[in-house]
């Protein structure tokens, strides 16, 4: 999955570990999910995405592109 939660914390000039106290996570969550590694869960989405008070789809796109 797709997201632009690195973006969006950078526009807040915080770090992972900051943006980890907000979300209520580990660093290395953080890390894992910015990176695609680990896809958040459901609830740990919608507090992401009241946190950047953004819908879900506007940071998270779940769509994945067609085979050739």
Do not use: C
Not at 12 to 18: G, L, V, Y
Not at 42 to 48: K, S
């Amino acid at each position: 999955m797709q997201n632009r939660l690195k973006v969006l914390r950078a526009e807040r000039n915080w770090s992972q570990a900051e943006l980890a106290g907000h979300m209520e996570v580990s660093r290395q969550a953080v890390n894992a999910i910015e990176t695609g590694k680990h896809d958040p869960s459901l609830t740990l989405a919608f507090r992401i995405a009241r946190l950047f008070d953004r819908p879900i789809e506007e940071i998270f796109d779940d769509t994945t592109p067609p085979a050739r």
